[in-house]
């Protein structure tokens, strides 16, 4: 079965996705910068193998749509999880569209047509957030025996070049194993786009999560894509 949120939740997800400055690596996702003069179109395709408690693993899959204009409009998706070998296309959950001028954040419910609004009350970040791409000289920030970030240089990507991190988080055993858990995220980033054009989150514990930006097209998406459409009716509180 597909995954699903309840829209109370998935309103708050999205709310959240713009004005966090820091997550947590396993709820990490594409953050779309809304910054103006660098219009593109795209997709995220996200693959997810998932351990459960009792050891198996689960591996799904989904691709959604992600768009900027030159304004900096930004449109966002989710959509259902999927099996890795299904050929279905994933359902539309919702839609997030956000306007850095109005500071207007709107939650698009396709299936009830409905949509929700809030206003900023500060600009969101122009970078995506815990992204830090290796440690400058004379850097004065304290050691931790736990953390290392590697710097992996740059690679093309899409056509950009994309700067590469990853940041290993080593936690220490406490079970009596001698076997310490190692935790990886791994960064690339377009300072064109100004957005991570690949995550990579890797925890023993939980599994892999994969999000990868691809089908990049540099041109202002038609403006529809971030304007609510016509007969959503606002959703009662």
Do not use: C
């Amino acid at each position: 079965m597909p995954w699903r949120s309840s829209p109370t939740a998935i309103f708050w997800l999205f709310s959240l996705l713009v004005i966090t400055v820091a997550t947590n690596s396993a709820g990490q996702d594409i953050f779309v910068t809304p910054i103006p003069g660098a219009p593109f179109s795209a997709v995220i395709e996200v693959e997810r193998k998932q351990i459960l408690p009792d050891g198996a693993t689960v591996a799904l899959k989904t691709v959604r749509s992600i768009g900027r204009d030159s304004q900096g409009r930004v449109h966002n998706e989710r959509r259902t999880l999927l099996p890795i070998a299904s050929t279905q296309a994933p359902q539309i959950l919702s839609i997030h569209l956000y306007d850095p001028k109005t500071r207007i954040s709107a939650v698009l419910d396709p299936a009830n047509r409905t949509y929700w609004t809030s206003t900023l009350n500060h600009p969101p970040a122009t970078v995506p957030p815990t992204v830090r791409f290796g440690l400058p000289p004379g850097d004065t920030l304290p050691h931790n025996d736990f953390t290392a970030d590697e710097d992996l240089g740059v690679r093309d990507m899409e056509g950009l070049p994309a700067h590469g991190v990853r940041k290993t988080q080593t936690v220490p055993d406490e079970s009596g194993t001698n076997k310490d858990l190692v935790v990886t995220d791994e960064y690339w980033y377009s300072d064109e786009l100004r957005i991570n054009l690949l995550i990579k989150h890797i925890d023993p514990r939980t599994g892999t999560v994969t999000m990868k930006v691809s089908r990049v097209t540099r041109s202002d998406p038609d403006p529809a894509f971030f304007e609510i459409p016509e007969g959503y009716k606002l959703a009662r509180k």
